[in-house]
């Protein structure tokens, strides 16, 4: 039969009624198509298709199954295809559908009834007669009894039913409206709804439901009849267990995981409805049959808002065996290839077995040479599917499109946000692993852990839940509960992780996730849902912003009361949930609105204490700019919140040169010239403190005409038209920098400061043989001075002029730690480090004891980049330490930012080196003990020891009171002739260094003068006699002449000298090579460099 006349015959799509004409049209289609003997039993032959016989020899006995399956499923609305596509086979979808629909094809015109014990008996008698009932699927049912039933209604009252049939193989207790109007009652039906009377009083009253109506009864306990139980109870257990189809709960009971229920399976969920869509499944495979032979591995876009960590994908590493999932939540999808490796290692271990195959599809995330190399080093056979072909990654993709799926079902029944989508992730990964598949009653938990698992532990996700406060913060009088919305389940721990929400103690604060163990739950109650309808409620009501009037002469008082710091507790594990407001209106409708508000009323009143502006009517031919609030939580290390910030900025970037701005430059203290202060401090037993300017850039005057547009929420009211004139700087300004500094410049030199010539951002002060040395880096400044005494009268001038926060002793600047010891001062970034390691994922890697090997000589890669972006970001944050305090590694860093373009596994191995010697040295810090008390330099060079390198690379450092202060590692810009020229060239680059440093310590009071030269120890005596010789003969090109003079005018002058060192004593020797173990050492400790 050709394909038209087969579509002829295909039956329409059922919908619930009509059952059994439904039937009979698509038993027919099936037969056309070769397909129905897939409906009868193994071992009957089905002679209708005998005529078929050509086509049944092409297909297998799956095939056939798999046809039929879906041609029925195809026949089904979208509703119903929902409720059945999780059947195991035709024949289970056949038999389930007659059982729930045929039925309604059953002439009624007598009562029906399964069981006479759920109901009181008035009379009961056994049918003599054998009579019986034709079902709607054809069968034939005896009659076991007919009775008297009396029903109780909600109303109270009782319908009393006569000549009642029992009959055990009906599904449904079915009640004869004709036989009713007979007996006196009379049936009323409205819309959806009917209403039974008698005598013109109430008897009781039902609904529709799947084409049928159906009466409200109790029994005689008054408790609600045990199908109503059954499907609330089901209901409940369908979120628990995160929308999963009811025929997998069906599965559960049956398993005694969960508690038995009736269950209709017809019985639709509109979340699952709203949420998922399905396509027909492809023919399945082979399994295997041992854990970690085979892992299916995929990468999936949630395609949603990114989390609070900025997770914008997921992937997930399913055991092929027992399915059991890992779930990563990722940034990018290069991190794919760490968090394999982190599974690799966890499952391993645990399962003590080893991984035997990978598969995947094509990703660039997958197919990188690097993933390529860890399997074959691991003995891993990686196979990926076939171009353009998910199906033969089907059990990673329809994971994914199940967790995706339930996801949306969870977030669509709680109501919570959609940042929140990687809580839900977890969960439903949670969830899935603990529940069986359709072709295994044994669930994935219990073949991973060979333990079953534990379901009465679910709840519902997205519920309220009310966590108990721990006895150290819980009052006597006062709420010991915390109002939170149930998250998901700890990892490797038996508490839940809620969202707080509603909070009276000071120590947890709202909009935080919590991990806590002891909590209520109350599963058909949630709080974002109820939140998020009351908004939208009030959205659409006009909104009005909020107004100061009389805004130019108000003034404002600043509160006298002390600021108690925030704490968030010890007792619980909180994070950060929500993102940033990037609106004033999102932030003052957040949950965490009063925080926000505080902020921007402190904000605000800054800026009205500062006099920055002044309302006034736009001049003809100006233009306003904008202006904007800018949020930002400031955390603590350990991700709690520390404090809300609000700042109100301009748009600078609207500001045209030459009519809004002229010049933009403000300069700040180099990094040199800090350490250098504290290697001063150390020599010279300094107090240091610290200081914060608040609102800094606030604090600058304006040379120019700038106009600016109210504020959004502090528009005068009667004045909207008027326009800010800014009197002083505000942030975001073009010119804001330059005038904060010039405006911090006036102010400290009006109090008898001094500038040094050679750092504008220093100054210093000398007052009766006491010196106070002051240095400002934007915002922060660090103040240096020989007693307590001068610095306090240094912090008080600061703050009667500038808005401060005294900090006291300095302990952080910079992101490097200040600590002060018994044998001096100590400047180090172990925690920044350890950050990055753990950032990386290289903080449980095995230390090796250098940063770089000699053997190994990099060239540059003419194949394929190899993970050039996460190549950049590694150099990016080593750049970060080895410029601050760890000189020890500036060579392998700076060799290795040559090949950011285009690196190789090479460079990549060579980079994971510096993470692994950073990891064994993790607590190194430069350690100023005061001793020597003058200036010492290094320099040297590499000359050309790779083929393919033609330039040299020059190495310096300098030391004070023990340390090292300034040190740099470059490749040379010329070609140098010999190793001569080389060491030239370095020792060049060393005394401009060294001229300078001189410079700024002799604007410096507490050091000695006149300063001598300094001494800078060169390996080369070459170089050295080249240098000091009065006049040479040696030809020389005009870059290396001009060097040359250079060194002989500082030499001249008295600002360097020249010393040969043995290159074994040369500490600038770890600046231009790789070293071996022992010389590492020996170099690391000559910088200053200890644990």
């Not at 839940?496 to 058909?524: P, Y």
């Not at 949950?591 to 800054?606: C, R």
């Not at 000699?854 to 944050?877: A, C, D, R, T, W």
Request: hydrophobic content about 35%; glycine content about 6%; charged content about 25%.
């Amino acid at each position: 039969m050709d394909s038209v006349e087969t579509n002829n015959v295909k039956p329409g799509k059922f919908n619930g009624t009509n059952f059994k004409r439904w039937q009979r049209q698509l038993k027919y289609w099936l037969t056309v198509l070769g397909l129905v003997s897939a409906l009868e039993d193994q071992t009957t032959p089905d002679k209708t298709t005998e005529t078929t016989s050509k086509t049944k020899e092409k297909m297998n006995k799956e095939e056939l199954e798999y046809h039929c399956h879906n041609r029925i499923l195809s026949a089904l609305s979208d509703d119903l295809y929902d409720v059945y596509q999780d059947t195991k086979n035709a024949k289970t979808l056949w038999d389930e559908l007659e059982a729930e629909y045929g039925i309604e094809d059953a002439g009624i015109d007598r009562f029906t009834i399964s069981n006479f014990n759920n109901y009181m008996m008035v009379e009961n008698k056994t049918n003599s007669s054998g009579g019986s009932v034709t079902l709607g699927n054809d069968t034939v049912a005896q009659v076991r009894g007919i009775g008297e039933v009396e029903l109780k209604m909600t109303s109270g009252k009782t319908l009393t039913l006569k000549d009642v049939r029992h009959v055990p193989e009906v599904m449904r207790n079915l009640i004869s409206g004709s036989s009713l109007v007979k007996q006196g009652y009379k049936i009323v039906m409205e819309s959806n709804r009917i209403v039974i009377t008698r005598n013109d009083v109430f008897i009781g009253k039902g609904y529709v439901c799947d084409g049928l109506f159906k009466i409200n009864v109790v029994f005689e306990d008054n408790k609600i009849s045990p199908q109503v139980f059954n499907v609330e109870s089901c209901n409940v257990w369908h979120g628990r267990l995160g929308h999963v189809s009811l025929s997998k709960i069906k599965t559960l009971m049956d398993l005694e995981l969960i508690p038995k229920s009736n269950i209709d399976l017809k019985h639709k969920c509109e979340v699952c409805v709203q949420a998922k869509q399905t396509r027909n499944s492809f023919k399945p495979v082979e399994r295997n049959t041992q854990i970690l032979e085979l892992i299916h591995s995929d990468v999936c876009d949630s395609n949603r808002s990114p989390t609070r960590g900025g997770n914008k994908y997921f992937v997930t590493f399913i055991d092929d065996f027992s399915r059991y999932c890992h779930i990563y939540l990722i940034k990018t999808k290069d991190e794919v290839f760490n968090k394999l490796k982190i599974y690799k290692n966890e499952v391993e271990n645990q399962l003590e077995k080893k991984i035997k195959r990978l598969r995947s599809d094509r990703g660039g995330e997958y197919t990188s040479n690097e993933l390529g190399v860890f399997c074959e080093e691991h003995g891993i056979i990686h196979e990926v599917t076939p171009p353009y072909s998910p199906q033969s990654n089907g059990v990673a993709e329809r994971k994914n499109r199940t967790l995706m799926d339930m996801v949306n079902s969870m977030l669509l029944s709680s109501g919570l946000p959609e940042n929140l989508w990687g809580e839900a992730m977890l969960t439903a990964c949670f969830i899935l692993n603990r529940i069986t598949l359709k072709d295994n009653e044994k669930t994935p938990y219990e073949l991973w852990k060979r333990r079953s698992p534990n379901l009465r532990i679910l709840k519902v996700w997205g519920c309220l839940a009310k966590v108990l406060i721990p006895d150290p913060k819980r009052k006597k009088i006062g709420p010991k509960t915390i109002d939170t919305v149930f998250l998901g389940y700890a990892k490797n721990s038996s508490a839940n992780r809620f969202l707080v929400i509603n909070s009276e103690v000071k120590e947890v604060a709202n909009n935080t996730i919590m991990e806590a163990r002891d909590a209520t739950f109350f599963e058909d109650i949630f709080p974002y849902k109820t939140r998020i309808s009351k908004e939208v409620q009030i959205s659409e009501k006009p909104s009005s912003s909020t107004t100061i009037e009389n805004l130019e002469s108000q003034e404002l008082r600043r509160s006298k009361r002390a600021r108690v710091e925030k704490n968030f507790g010890d007792d619980f594990y909180i994070f950060l949930v929500e993102e940033d407001p990037s609106t004033y209106k999102e932030a003052v409708m957040s949950v965490d609105a009063p925080f926000w508000k505080e902020a921007i009323n402190d904000e605000f009143q800054s800026i009205i204490q500062n006099n920055t502006w002044m309302l006034t009517n736009l001049p003809a031919g100006n233009k306003a700019i904008g202006c904007k609030w800018v949020f930002r939580k400031k955390l603590k290390p350990d991700g709690s919140i520390d404090k809300y910030k609000a700042r109100l900025v301009a748009k600078g970037f609207t500001q045209k040169k030459g009519i809004d701005y002229f010049d933009t430059y403000s300069p700040v203290s180099r990094i040199t010239t800090i350490r250098t202060l504290i290697a001063l401090a150390s020599v010279h037993n300094l107090v240091i403190h610290q200081m914060d300017v608040k609102t800094t850039f606030l604090n600058g005057d304006l040379d120019e005409e700038i106009y600016m547009e109210q504020p959004e929420g502090f528009i005068v009211k009667g004045q909207e038209h008027k326009v800010c004139k800014l009197v002083k700087s505000l942030y975001g300004l073009k010119q804001a920098p330059k005038q904060w500094h010039e405006k911090f410049d006036k102010v400290i030199l009006d109090y008898d400061f001094k500038f040094n010539g050679h750092d504008k951002c220093v100054y210093y002060k000398e007052n009766n043989g006491e010196h106070v040395i002051l240095c400002l880096y934007v915002d922060d400044i660090l103040i240096f001075g020989t007693n307590l005494e001068i610095v306090n009268d240094v912090k008080s001038y600061l703050s009667r002029n500038f808005d401060m926060k005294d900090m006291g002793e300095a302990h952080v600047i910079l992101g490097m730690k200040i600590e002060k010891t018994t044998q001096g001062i100590s400047l180090s970034q172990s925690s920044t480090i350890e950050k990055m390691l753990k950032k990386f994922n290289y903080f449980e890697c095995k230390p090796t004891p250098t940063p770089y090997d000699p053997n190994v000589h990099l060239k540059k890669n003419q194949g394929e980049p190899f993970s050039q972006l996460k190549y950049s970001q590694m150099i990016g944050s080593l750049l970060y330490i080895a410029n601050k305090t760890r000189p020890d590694i500036a060579y392998a860093v700076g060799r290795l930012s040559r090949y950011t373009h285009n690196p190789s596994k090479e460079h990549w191995n060579a980079l994971e080196r510096v993470f692994k010697y950073l990891r064994g040295t993790i607590d190194y810090s430069l350690c100023y003990k005061g001793f020597p008390n003058v200036v010492e330099g290094y320099s040297d060079a590499n000359w050309i020891t790779d083929n393919e390198e033609v330039k040299s690379t020059s190495g310096y450092i300098f030391l004070l009171g023990g340390a090292a202060i300034s040190w740099g590692s470059k490749k040379q810009t010329i070609i140098s002739r010999s190793t001569m020229e080389s060491e030239l060239i370095a020792l060049d680059t060393t005394c401009t260094e060294a001229e300078w440093i001189k410079s700024l310590l002799m604007d410096i009071p507490m050091v000695e003068k006149p300063l001598p030269a300094l001494s800078i120890h060169c390996d080369c005596k070459a170089t050295i006699d080249l240098v000091k010789q009065s006049h040479t003969n040696r030809k020389m090109n005009r870059h290396i002449h001009v060097r040359y003079k250079s060194m002989k005018s500082l030499l001249s002058k008295n600002i360097v000298s020249l010393e040969y060192v043995k290159s074994e004593n040369n500490i600038a020797d770890q600046l231009t090579k790789g070293l071996s173990r022992s010389r590492v050492l020996e170099m690391s400790r000559g910088m200053g460099l200890s644990p």
